[in-house]
């Protein structure tokens, strides 16, 4: 599986990168919205995890325009969510 991280944030960045990766997952990790989507125009994601509040592009606004662009069949944004789910 491969999937997308869009974190401002340098030090979450690369915890969430390696993380996934030492989980088994295929990782991209940029530092803004713009720069995801860049990445999601040209690759395809099962996950995107965005921030929130990235200062330059919220995920809100990241996920409307992948939408408008054709780059991302479904965004489900939730700035409430608390914790994953678990298996």
């Known amino acids: 599986m491969r999937l997308l991280v869009a974190e401002d944030d340098r030090g979450l960045?690369?915890?969430l990168a390696?993380?996934?990766r030492e989980s088994g997952y295929a990782v991209d990790a940029v530092p803004d919205g713009q720069q995801a989507?860049?990445?999601l125009r040209v690759y395809e994601y099962e996950v995107a995890v965005l921030d929130w509040r990235m200062p330059a592009m919220s995920a809100w606004k990241c996920c409307s325009r992948c939408a408008v662009?054709?780059?991302l069949l479904r965004c489900s944004c939730?700035?409430?969510a608390t914790r994953?789910?678990?298996a």
């Open 13 to 15: 960045r690369e915890v």
């Open 18 to 20: 390696r993380g996934f």
């Open 37 to 39: 989507i860049s990445f």
């Open 69 to 71: 662009r054709g780059c």
């Open 78 to 80: 939730s700035p409430r």
């Open 84 to 86: 994953l789910p678990t």
